[in-house]
């Protein structure tokens, strides 16, 4: 199955900054599929910036309702019409900065799909969750609220103690955790679980990347802070499964 090499570029990047980023990336990788998640305002600019490219353009939240009254946020349905493709919902940041519970990433998962966007569902642990035993527990808790019935998006397991700090989980231990995913998404979705992508999130970079990627059930991986730069990103996605 064909690997998701996708970068969360969080409140970093810049206008200036865009043609720079996407030269080395406008042959795409063959056998693999990219996508960037910029800011909201440089969404519209990254999709003019990589015109003709195989590289995606997403968004790294949307809002719950469709439309209306809701001050600062972003509806699903606009996101789309200017050519964003996925989204990134539940991200840990925004489940520890903004309080975002798992009945509400399940419903902007709803809304997000309605308008066309696919949904990239984060969920993880915390370091005091994985060294008290429950990770797993976790981890299924957070994806049984958070997925909705019939769902057909991606899947990011990204350990919180992972996201930015350097250190990640032993092969092992990725590998039981997507495994013990799968078994969940089987589950509750049916054939739909059996193929969806499941990606690792948390600390992946050039020099890492090949050995994460090839852990059964990894189906690719989201990136922080190695998706800046051009050509970290590029070599992750060389390193990736075809
Ligand atoms: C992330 O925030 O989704 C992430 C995985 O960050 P980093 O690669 O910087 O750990």
Known sequence: MRQMIAGNWKMNGTLAGLAGFAAPLASGVDGVDLLICPPFPLIGPMIAAFAGAPVAVGAQDCAVEVAGAHTGDVSAALLAEIGASHVI????????????????VRDKARTAAAAGLIP??????????????????VVRAQLAGSVPDGFAGLIAYEPVWAIGTGKTPTVADVAAMHASIRASLKKQLGDAGTTMLILYGGSVKPGNAAELLAIPDVGGALIGGASLEADDFLAIAQAAQR
């Open 89 to 104: 919902l539940g991200h840990s940041e925004r489940r520890a900065d903004h309080g975002e519970r798992s009945a509400v």
């Open 120 to 137: 990239i569902i984060c969920i993880g642990e915390t370091l005091a969750e994985r060294e008290s035993g429950e990770a797993e527990t």
